[in-house]
């Protein structure tokens, strides 16, 4: 699977008009700001501005402001001078100057300080910066994508980003929509996902999915959005065996089991009372029934009895429903 080659799959409507804002902006010389909760592909996004620029053939370098220390992420940022600082031996290039004539992608711009804003702000105004321990002014010519997951336009009212940055990283602001609300999406990039995992495994064909299934994946949430989507199919499919058989089983929740120590969170969710209407409410209640009946069961760790109390239920038809769904029960 080439790394660098990411079909871009969607096909609802809010998809199409993020795509064409893409295309749109993408050969301007302007920073832009994507925005979207985690896993919607804020980051294929970037990449999608960068290739479809005049800077394609040129460097793009993507840093994640969360993911280092304020004191570092400078330096990151603009690079540092021999001696600059404890720990720096020798002079290193930063961010701006490896991605000169190309774009750079700062992701989870939200975390930056203050001192770091104002920097960015410069560089993005007049394309100028200092390394750590140098007055040296030096030039540079990148292209700035920034992404959040948080709302900037609100932390920049109390103070907590720098309004005028804001200002200049929106001069086009793309906002992705949650997996939730772009529902057209998921079984398209659900295939998707499914066949590549199939490839990888180095299966012949992928058998599709139940109706089941599709249902389960069409009325999930998603909070992790596309990531999540991507992860729960590539595990289906590898657990999946029978190529004769369409894929039935989803699990959201790789740590779902009646024995998971420490509580049930996981089956506590089993039902959300704003769940959107199931379309086959038969499969939808089964599993409902499955899944609060393995709870029960880890309540009373594996006793059979108990466990039919607490629901009101006899020790046969407690029986039947294990035997029905197959569930585990481990004494
Ligand atoms: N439209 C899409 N088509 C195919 N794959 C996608 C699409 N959007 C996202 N993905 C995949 O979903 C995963 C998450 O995407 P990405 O890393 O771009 O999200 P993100 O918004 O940057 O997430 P985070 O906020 O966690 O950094 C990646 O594996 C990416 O390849
Ligand atoms: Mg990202």
Known sequence: MGRDEQPLIGESQSFLEVLDEVSRVAPLDRPVLVVGERGTGKELIAERLHFLSGRWDRPLVKLN??????????????????????????????????ADGGSLFLDELATTSMNVQEKLLRVIE??????????????VDVRLVGATNVDLPALAETGRFRADLLDRLAFDVITLPALRDRREDILPLAEHFAMRMTRELGREVFSGFST???????????????RQLKNVIERAVYRHDDPEQPLSAIQFDPFESPWRPGGDRAQAQAMQPDEPLPSDLRARLDELEKRFVQRALAEHRGNQRQAAERLGLSYDQLRGIIRKHDIKVNR
């Open 212 to 226: 089941n299934a599709r249902d389960l994946l069409l009325n999930h949430r998603w909070p992790g959005n596309i």
């Open 126 to 139: 007049y394309g100028q910066y200092e390394r750590l321990g140098s007055s040296a002014t030096r030039e």
């Open 65 to 98: 402001c969360g993911a280092i220390s304020e004191s570092l992420l400078e330096s990151e940022l603009f690079g540092h001078e021999a001696g600059a600082f404890t720990d720096a031996s020798r002079a290193r290039q930063g961010r701006f100057e490896l």
